[in-house]
């Protein structure tokens, strides 16, 4: 058969889905809703190397659509979480869905199956928390509005409640962070525990973990008021703001852990490994500097055997700069025990990811690294980070592959490219 990623690509143009889900949603066709703009995100491809089972893939990805309401035409906005599958595949899987008792709509002319937010097929207990009667977590006073932060379907759901000033409290938000599992209890006593313990005045601030709900596997946050760091100028804001940073993340790692899984550097080449599997098999041109990258991971993959606490998703969008000018730390799902410079490489090869020159965000890194070293009295490894680095590099070109966004191949071989650079990087 013909490669899945072609017959999936149409799904991922915007103009040509606006054009497409308007004349196939329902709401759509009876005329009670105009789409005017679409936004996609979290796309998701799912492929299989076996030419017997390529058939099988599948795409799943959020549409966050803009239209207005006929005939009053008040704007709105709605979400759509679709699977997108090859052949007749979507009559099967909207059987299987509606025999679950599902939500679940049938777009047979484009191969999906749809639910319109906030139906998950994973998360039934969401609609109860888009209504603030339904949340007695939030006490009585009144919700001015729920804003939907990030919605991962059937992972979790992020909304954000604001509540309006009045004469006795003060403007305040609370977060509600929803999983299909019950990992939130887990997530909720890790904080718990590291909030208890001493922080200094250079530490970061973590949000004040609230409750967790067990019937809506709920885990509610105090929020926080700032400006996220991403939207500082890299080459000004954010570099001026490294150094408290790097110090920040080494008081982090000097906390004491929880009970935590460990991550050992040896599970990260094999992971590693599996993700350059797959992209060597998508990719055949870039077959050699794969093969390049993961013979010099191997060959130099360090010897660690201290793992403390690490984040495990450190990078800049969990970061918040607060008006007293501290740096705030969000989302501990992904706590473990292992070697602290994955989270700094973590960042590192993050900072690649925005539309900077490689000559504003090498100067960068290179702080990043001076900085965090120097809060270690001089004793992090360079090399052990760029083994590191050279990891997350590679783990960046595997997520822009499986979320084909657009020039995915384009962005894949640049991934790769940065991550055969030799350490360190040049002036």
């Known amino acids: 058969m013909s490669n899945p990623l072609d017959q999936f690509a149409p799904l991922l143009d915007t103009e040509l889905m606006v054009s497409a889900l308007q004349r196939h949603l329902p709401e759509c066709l009876a005329g009670d809703w105009q ?13 299989y190397r076996l030419a017997e089972n390529r058939e099988r893939s599948f795409l799943s990805l959020v549409y966050h659509l803009r239209g207005r309401r006929l005939p009053s035409a008040i704007a709105d906005q709605r979400i759509l979480y679709a699977r997108a599958y090859l052949g007749q595949r979507s009559h099967q899987a909207f059987a299987e869905a509606q025999a679950s008792g599902e ?7 484009l191969g999906m199956v749809g639910w319109r937010f906030p139906n998950d097929p994973a998360m039934p207990w969401l609609a109860q928390l888009m209504d603030s009667r339904e949340i007695p977590e939030l006490g009585q006073q009144p ?3 729920i804003e939907i932060v990030n919605y ?7 909304a954000r409640y604001r509540f309006a000033v009045s004469e006795v409290e003060p403007a305040r938000v609370v977060y509600g962070k929803t999983y299909a599992d019950e990992r939130g209890q887990t997530i909720y006593n890790n904080l718990r525990t590291l909030q208890r313990q001493f922080q200094s005045a250079t530490a970061f601030v973590m949000p004040e973990a609230l409750a967790y709900t067990a019937d809506r596997r709920t885990l509610w946050l105090e929020g926080l008021q700032g400006q996220a760091l991403a939207e500082l100028d890299f080459a000004t804001g954010v570099a001026e703001k490294t ?8 008081a982090f790692h000097q906390l004491t852990p929880p009970s935590l899984p460990v991550v050992t550097l040896q599970q990260q080449l094999q992971e590693w490994q599996k993700k350059a599997d797959k992209l060597s098999h998508a990719y055949r041109a870039i077959q050699p500097a794969l093969a390049a990258l993961l013979n010099e991971l191997r060959q130099t993959r360090p010897e660690f055997e201290m793992p403390g ?9 969990q970061l918040l700069v607060l008006p007293n000018g501290r740096l705030a730390l969000f989302d501990y799902d992904e706590l473990a025990l292992g070697d602290p410079l994955q989270d700094l490489a973590n960042f590192a090869a993050d900072l690649y990811n925005y539309p900077y020159p490689i000559a504003e965000t090498d100067p960068l890194v290179r702080l990043l690294f001076t ?3 120097a809060a270690n009295h001089g004793q ?3 090399q052990r980070f760029a083994w590191h680095l050279r990891g997350q590099l590679l783990t960046r070109a595997y997520r822009a592959f499986i979320q084909q966004k657009s020039a995915a191949p384009q962005r894949v071989a640049d991934f790769i490219a940065l991550a055969l650079r030799p350490w360190p990087l040049a002036d």
């Open 35 to 47: 789409i005017t703009g679409c936004e996609i995100q979290h796309p998701r491809y799912k492929t």
């Open 103 to 109: 939500k679940a709509i049938h777009l047979a002319e």
């Open 143 to 145: 919700v001015s509005a």
């Open 152 to 158: 991962r379907p059937e992972i979790r759901c992020t």
């Open 243 to 250: 150094p408290a940073l790097a110090n920040a993340l080494a």
């Open 309 to 317: 606490l690490i984040h495990g998703d450190f990078h800049i969008d």
């Open 371 to 373: 900085a965090y070293s």
């Open 380 to 382: 992090t490894d360079p």
